[in-house]
């Protein structure tokens, strides 16, 4: 039995929503049943993501429970990324409790300040009285991938202006040259302002169907088999780990390859949760990509970073890739949270079932 | 579902404030004690589920700090909020891991640190547009329902206290309870002070610090692993509509207990669960709603709960023993809780319940309950299905 997902919905990215979550909710959900050709009552399973503090709410999944289709129905509700969440959908149809998932994930930055926020997540002996918060954290993680190269900043630099202008068009990160970036005001020593993917709001929807292997999808149309996924997490403190390597990435990738079964193919796109150039960096080193990998094509997370939401819009995103593609290809998604890429996941995606 | 079993439970001594521990170290004491109750190394752990309430602790994304004391770094690791029910979800999580073929062993540990925080404003953070002018939290939201389900069922105070009488009682059977109050009397909990009509403070659950964990396995390494693996014979979720007023007589109907109760009987093949389940952990924070439970779960018929516990039915002599844990009514740390109720019925499959086993018992019943929105309702049994 194969994990297929069949329909991607999502909403925003956009700079201030002025909708209420459930709203911006309903609005993913709708897309990714509409883009499946199912309706609410193909749904067997609801797994969601969301996180109390930046919601502003306890047991925030109580606020879209409506909206998903998910009264007197199974809910799971993953207090944490959105592909974690997906990944754990996958795991609800391979347990062959359930066949048809369906998966969302959402986030307003525009709610609250949200590096403040992340400072609420960071060990309140040793850590959050020293005022950091997960920004502080990406820049000392910068300072120790860059170590003695002289030349980081500006490949940074040029690295955010290429994303910046394939991201054209999403309206939430304005276009701008490598020197732009570079003249542009210090957020945290030595990441500049227009160095970091734009916060945003928004939610991300996937449908996730078992097919045996080979099968067309129900909708008749198109599938893309969830291939290997794998998930991890480091240590909390920056000061356990090797800030200059994803090691997390590195264990999540082995078991997503591991998980797949059969040797992975070459990677054609890769969709990486990267807030900052240097994460890209760490990224590809992690899943040791070489120049045949189209990495982030329609400018990754530059075009509107949707804090919890941002892993599952990758998935949607490297689905619409291989989509584009007539189906042809494999690519690869991927989320992180927590401070310096704590938390890892990775999945696969195929175009064959 | 393939199958899958609990092979070890473990959980901390629960009090008011565990001042002597960090969350962390609260979270370790927890899975340590399971994995040493399984036999297993921290190594030999594929998966780490964990659950908490964070707002309760005013934080946020807690596993990245707490992960340590799970053994969880360096391994796939999901937290798992879903109110009261979380728990429960997170046992449920684990069981669909296992169950997965990705991982074959997966470890559960659900916490609470109250005292770390101020939880009735945490529960006050409900949605801002409908809710949250009320911010009646918890007993408040009982007292509305108690009221209607009290008037319309007939149930007395009295029956109530019987409820909170035989919680304390079992709770002296159990060293890892929170409330030791042995020689509780009808009387004490009458004269309890008034929170909310009919809700009297000794009716209610306290809050307590505290952490629990249980070991998942898939069927193999269970059959390996554990004399009397506590296999899961059904493991179902139902959440209901959100608003309090959404849902007409909702404790009267609890339609998402009752509707999960159904799907679980129905998935062990239980006709009759008064007749065939042996014990039940059920999730109780409040005396009445361990009666509204007997009858959503089917242990009686509508209106019959009152005497249900009069004629002690639900003793640890009575026909179908319920809480012998002496349930939330006696420990509550909330992320726990439901972890707690799933480690006590495995326990009891186990046959290591020490003073509180239930003779020979061989089903046994887990449930979970969030906010009257959320419902799980765990069989666990002897023989996999």
């Known amino acids: 039995m194969n994990v297929a997902v069949v329909g991607l919905g999502e909403a925003g990215p956009t700079v201030e929503d002025p909708r209420s979550i459930p709203e911006i909710v309903l609005d993913a959900v709708e897309g990714a049943l509409a883009d499946a050709g199912l309706d609410f009552g193909a749904v067997d399973a609801v797994v969601t993501a969301s996180v109390d503090l930046f919601d502003g709410l306890t047991a925030s999944g109580i606020a879209i429970t409506e909206v998903i289709g998910a009264v007197m129905k199974p809910e799971t509700r993953i207090a944490g990324d959105g592909l974690l969440a997906a990944l754990y959908g996958a795991c609800l149809i391979r347990s062959g409790a359930y066949e048809t998932v369906l998966v969302t994930a959402h986030g307003k930055a525009s709610l609250a300040p949200h590096w403040e926020l992340t400072s609420w997540a960071l060990d309140p002996i040793y850590l959050q009285p020293l005022g950091v918060d997960f920004l502080v954290c990406a820049a000392l ?87 290997g996924f794998g998930f991890d997490l480091s240590p909390h403190s920056p000061g356990d780990r090797d800030l200059a390597d994803w090691t997390g990435l590195r264990r999540a990738w082995a078991r997503a390859r591991l998980a797949h079964g059969e040797p992975v193919p070459a990677i054609d796109v890769a969709e990486p949760s990267c807030l900052f150039p240097h994460e890209e960096e760490l990224f590809r080193r992690a899943l040791d990509l070489d120049d045949g990998t189209v990495v982030s094509p329609q400018g990754g997370l530059f075009a509107g970073a949707v804090p919890v939401a941002a892993g599952l819009s990758r998935l949607v995103a490297a689905a619409r890739a291989l989509r584009h593609r007539g189906g042809q290809g494999t690519a690869v998604a991927h989320g992180t949270w927590g401070p310096a890429g704590q938390g890892q996941a990775v999945a696969i995606l195929e175009a064959t079932l | 579902m393939r199958r899958v079993a609990v092979v070890g439970t473990g959980q901390t001594r629960h009090a008011k404030a565990r001042d002597d521990v960090s969350q962390p170290e609260l979270v370790r004491e927890a899975a340590a004690a399971a994995l040493e109750d399984a036999g297993l190394r921290p190594g030999e752990i594929d998966a780490v589920v964990l659950s908490n309430m964070e707002l309760f602790e005013g934080r ?22 879903t109110g009261g029910t979380s728990g429960t979800s997170a046992c449920i999580a684990a069981f669909h891991l296992a169950a997965s073929g990705i991982f074959e062993t997966v470890l559960v540990v659900g916490f609470e640190k109250h005292s770390e925080g101020h939880t009735q404003t945490g529960m006050a953070l409900t949605d801002p547009f409908w809710d949250r002018a009320v911010a009646s939290g918890a007993v408040g939201n009982f007292a509305l329902s108690i009221s209607q389900y009290a008037s319309e069922r007939g149930i007395t105070e009295h029956q109530a206290a019987l409820v909170a009488v035989k919680a304390r009682r079992n709770a002296a059977r159990n060293p890892h309870a929170h409330l030791q109050m042995p020689d509780l009397t009808v009387e004490d909990v009458l004269a309890s002070r008034m929170l909310a009509h009919p809700v009297r403070l000794l009716d209610m659950c306290p809050q307590s610090d505290g952490a629990c964990a249980i070991v998942v396995a898939s069927e193999e390494r269970a059959r390996r692993l554990c004399p009397h693996p506590a296999w899961v014979r059904a493991a179902v979720t139902r959440h209901e509509q959100p608003y309090l007023g959404d849902v007409e ?91 707690i109720r799933v480690a006590e019925a495995a326990l009891q499959i186990h046959g290591l319940g020490g003073a509180r086993q239930v003779e020979g018992a061989r089903t046994a019943l887990a449930t979970g309950y969030g906010v009257y929105a959320w419902s799980d309702v765990v069989v666990l049994g002897a023989e996999a299905a």
């Open chain 1, 141 to 227: 993680q910068a300072r120790a991938t860059a170590g003695d190269d002289p030349r980081a900043e500006v490949r940074w630099a040029e690295t955010a202006a290429v994303r910046r202008r394939d991201a054209r068009g999403g309206g939430v990160a304005a276009p701008c040259t490598a020197g732009d970036v570079l003249d542009s005001p210090v957020v945290a020593s030595p990441l500049r302002s227009e160095m970091c993917a734009p916060l945003a709001d928004g939610a991300s929807a996937i449908v996730l169907r078992a097919v045996e292997p080979g099968a067309t999808p129900a909708n008749g149309g198109w599938g893309l088999r969830f291939g």
């Open chain 2, 249 to 339: 007589r909702r404790l009267l109907t609890m339609r998402a207990l009752r509707d999960a109760a159904r799907a679980a009987y129905e998935d062990a093949g239980i006709r009759e669960p008064r007749k065939e389940l042996d014990v039940a952990e059920i999730y109780e924070p409040v005396t009445y709603a361990e009666l509204a439970w007997y009858e959503a779960l089917g242990f009686c018929a509508a209106g019959e709960a009152g005497g249900l516990i009069e004629e002690g039915v639900t003793e640890m002599d009575g026909e179908l023993p319920v809480n012998p844990s002496g349930g939330v009514l006696s420990t509550n740390p909330v992320g726990a809780s439901g972890v």
């Open chain 2, 60 to 81: 946020a994304l807690p596993e990245l700090w707490v992960g340590e004391g799970a053994f969880a770094i360096g391994k796939p690791c999901l937290k798992v909020a």
